[in-house]
């Protein structure tokens, strides 16, 4: 019997739509300093991906939000490989209507949203349904104990 390779959705994938704001513009145009309009956003489709701890943004979209490397970490990548990248600070991450600013290491050709930023968002992935749902529809709650 031969297997046909299935597309990646068929495989328990799960994608979402990802607004990526630069905070810095937020806060100024929040503050009067800056046009809401002259805001940097940029719309993207994600991987989630309950594997990384880090969220993920390529270098390409983080330029065309005006947000540089602020330092670099070594990362041990899915395969086992270690690799120096770059961490770019400053950066919002907008999912189903709840925001949080996060720092994202700068890899990849494609945004990858990691755990931290699924818990800071309060988002649970449903990997049957292959999508995110809310853990509390009231908004996020955090624990802190």
Not at 50 to 73: D, E, F, H
Not at 95 to 100: E, L
Request: charged fraction near 25%; charge should be negative.
């Amino acid at each position: 019997m031969e297997l046909k390779e299935q597309p990646a959705s068929y495989m328990g994938e799960v994608r979402t739509k990802v607004r990526l704001v630069n905070n810095a513009d937020a806060n100024a145009a929040a503050d009067g300093r800056l046009s809401p309009e002259m805001v940097r956003i940029v719309e993207a489709d994600a991987k989630v991906d309950t594997g990384a701890v880090r969220s993920c943004v390529p270098a390409i979209l983080l330029q065309q939000l005006g947000i540089k490397p602020y330092n670099q970490m070594t990362v041990e990548l899915a395969d086992g490989h270690k690799s120096r990248v770059g961490i770019a600070e400053g950066v919002s991450f907008e999912i189903m209507d709840r925001r949080s600013s996060d720092d994202a290491l700068i890899l990849g050709d494609e945004v990858l949203i990691g755990q931290a930023l699924l818990e800071k968002m309060d988002l649970l992935v449903d990997c049957s349904r292959q999508s995110l749902i809310p853990a509390h529809a009231e908004g996020p709650i955090n624990k802190l104990k």
